[in-house]
């Protein structure tokens, strides 16, 4: 395994580094105001920034395939993902940010000729954005058999009808469609009874009931929904991994500038065993965790999505779950500024935390590992 930098990916690294240091970080403040005054419109200040990144060749940054994109290796790509994971807004204006972008991946793999001259095109070039809707209230979303929502057949359209929740990415300005997953053969077997749609947002009934939607913004095959969902979350979840590694990193730089400036009973909070037992941990667990997201990458680069699968659980579970200590461990040396809004950790804690829900929680993911393992043994 190969896991060294190209010099391509180092380019861009030192590119992107330049790019969010003068231009995004000061920027981050100014676009918060903006989308709290005009919370439906996307601010001047990002439409400025994506112009910034298209004209330095940041654009798309995450796109795999070279037809759409620049067409990095995952294993290239990971070092420039980790940099954006503390900074959102540097996701946001290279038009790498969730759920957006895998829902292009999953569309230029998956969608027609037509789908991806309607929607792809448009949303690699920043014009829109999309979400994806799949969990729903009522039901543990994390086993697809209990999904309840329903597209009935009816001529050459489908009526969906039913009701999801936490629809990742549906307030943003730009969002012009959602992916969506519906049971299309209730009672079939629980691994062909899904279907995906491309469900535009303006679509009449989307927020009431009896949502109708033609033929042709089926994604896939009908019935192939739950392979589609698989392959979409495949890859979100090792770039979410590599975000989160960022992150980590993040924390733990903060953590070790406020231990030696704070102090209690008369020394230093750095200098007890405990707090220098956390700092030793976490540069352990992070580079623990960054080796395993690049094996992941890697294989995914050289033999493929599929072969990576097994991995991409693991990372789910071990990365969040040693991101999230770090973080933790890191509230604890700032104390009261730890939660407030002064600092980010409290931020990244409440997103950490959920992530352990999203995207198949660590129960699931945790399952599927001890089936490998039990089938490898037997």
Same mark, same amino acid.
């Given at each position: 395994?190969?896991?060294?930098?190209? =010099?391509?990916?180092?380019?861009?690294?030192?590119?992107?580094?330049?790019?969010?240091?003068?231009?995004?970080?000061?920027?981050?403040?100014?676009?918060?105001?903006?989308?709290?005054?005009?919370?439906?419109? /996307?601010?001047?200040?990002?439409?400025?920034?994506?112009?910034?990144?298209?004209?330095?060749?940041?654009?798309?940054?995450?796109?795999?395939? /070279?037809?759409?994109? /620049?067409?990095?290796?995952?294993?290239?790509?990971?070092?420039?993902?980790?940099?954006?994971? #503390?900074?959102? @807004?540097?996701?946001?204006?290279?038009?790498?940010?969730?759920?957006?972008?895998?829902?292009?991946?999953?569309?230029? &793999?998956?969608?027609?000729?037509?789908?991806?001259?309607?929607?792809?095109? #448009?949303?690699?070039?920043?014009?829109?954005?999309?979400?994806? %809707?799949?969990?729903?209230?009522?039901?543990?979303?994390?086993?697809?058999?209990?999904?309840?929502?329903?597209?009935?057949?009816?001529?050459?359209?489908?009526?969906?009808?039913?009701?999801?929740?936490?629809?990742?990415?549906?307030?943003?300005?730009?969002?012009?469609?959602?992916?969506?997953?519906?049971?299309?053969?209730?009672?079939?077997?629980?691994?062909?009874?899904?279907?995906?749609?491309?469900?535009?947002?303006?679509?009449?009934?989307?927020?009431?009931?009896?949502?109708?939607?033609?033929?042709?913004?089926?994604?896939?095959?009908?019935?192939?929904?739950?392979?589609?969902?698989?392959?979409? @979350?495949? #890859? &979100?979840?090792?770039?979410?991994?590599?975000?989160?590694?960022?992150?980590?990193?993040? &924390?733990?730089?903060?953590?070790?500038?406020?231990? /030696?400036?704070?102090?209690?009973?008369?020394? &230093?909070?750095?200098?007890?065993?405990?707090?220098?037992?956390?700092?030793?941990? %976490?540069?352990?667990?992070?580079?623990?965790?960054?080796?395993?997201?690049?094996?992941?990458?890697?294989?995914?680069?050289?033999?493929?999505?599929?072969?990576?699968?097994?991995?991409?659980?693991?990372?789910?579970?071990?990365?969040?779950?040693?991101?999230?200590?770090?973080?933790?461990? %890191?509230?604890?040396?700032?104390?009261?500024?730890?939660?407030?809004?002064?600092? #980010?950790? =409290?931020?990244?804690?409440?997103?950490?935390?959920?992530?352990?829900?999203?995207?198949?929680?660590?129960?699931?993911?945790?399952?599927?590992? %001890?089936?490998?393992? @039990?089938?490898?043994?037997?």
């Amino acid at each position: 395994m190969d896991f060294s930098h190209s =010099a391509r990916s180092d380019r861009l690294l030192d590119q992107l580094c330049d790019f969010v240091e003068t231009s995004v970080t000061p920027a981050v403040e100014i676009v918060a105001g903006e989308r709290a005054d005009n919370p439906g419109v /996307p601010p001047v200040t990002t439409e400025r920034l994506i112009a910034e990144a298209k004209n330095a060749g940041l654009w798309n940054l995450c796109v795999r395939h /070279p037809d759409y994109g /620049p067409g990095l290796l995952f294993t290239e790509y990971a070092q420039l993902a980790e940099f954006m994971g #503390p900074h959102p @807004l540097a996701q946001e204006v290279t038009n790498c940010d969730a759920p957006s972008n895998i829902n292009g991946d999953a569309m230029i &793999a998956y969608g027609s000729p037509e789908q991806k001259g309607r929607w792809v095109e #448009p949303q690699l070039d920043g014009q829109i954005k999309s979400a994806f %809707a799949m969990t729903e209230p009522a039901v543990a979303s994390s086993d697809a058999a209990n999904l309840a929502t329903t597209a009935v057949k009816d001529g050459d359209h489908w009526i969906l009808n039913g009701r999801k929740w936490y629809v990742s990415g549906v307030l943003h300005p730009k969002c012009a469609y959602m992916m969506t997953v519906a049971n299309t053969a209730d009672g079939g077997p629980p691994h062909g009874r899904h279907t995906q749609f491309i469900l535009p947002v303006d679509t009449a009934g989307v927020t009431v009931e009896d949502v109708r939607v033609p033929d042709a913004n089926v994604l896939g095959e009908v019935g192939g929904g739950f392979a589609i969902g698989q392959a979409r @979350l495949g #890859p &979100a979840r090792v770039q979410h991994c590599m975000r989160i590694i960022g992150i980590a990193e993040e &924390a733990l730089r903060l953590m070790c500038e406020r231990a /030696p400036t704070r102090s209690t009973f008369g020394a &230093a909070v750095s200098t007890r065993s405990n707090v220098m037992d956390w700092i030793g941990e %976490a540069r352990i667990e992070i580079e623990a965790a960054r080796l395993m997201v690049l094996r992941a990458a890697w294989l995914m680069d050289t033999q493929g999505d599929k072969a990576s699968a097994p991995h991409m659980s693991q990372i789910k579970v071990q990365v969040v779950r040693s991101a999230t200590t770090v973080v933790d461990r %890191a509230i604890q040396v700032f104390g009261a500024a730890g939660v407030s809004e002064d600092t #980010p950790l =409290a931020r990244w804690y409440a997103m950490l935390r959920s992530l352990r829900i999203a995207d198949g929680p660590d129960e699931v993911h945790l399952m599927g590992i %001890a089936r490998r393992e @039990l089938r490898r043994h037997a």
